[in-house]
């Protein structure tokens, strides 16, 4: 439950919205590599007090296409 709360904030960060716009994607592509590691920094950043570590996300872009950004 907790994870899924920390990812429903991250999300709405990018949710119905126009990512050329958001601040973060300012000076880069909001490719799918990119949203996988926003996601995850972001992800990582609210968990910081839990035991819990993000490890991997995957952004997918289609039902065939994705990227993983895996934390190193």
Not at 24 to 34: A, D, K, V
Not at 50 to 58: C, G, I, L, Q
Request: hydrophobic residues 40%; contains cysteine.
């Amino acid at each position: 439950g907790e994870i899924k709360a920390h990812l429903a904030a991250v999300m709405k960060k990018l949710d119905h919205k126009f990512l050329n716009k958001l601040e973060y994607f300012s000076e880069g592509n909001p490719s799918s590599e990119n949203i996988a590691y926003f996601v995850a920094a972001q992800l990582q950043t609210r968990m910081d007090n839990s035991p819990a570590r993000v490890s991997k996300v995957t952004a997918w872009e289609s039902d065939d296409a994705c990227a993983t950004y895996i934390v190193g």
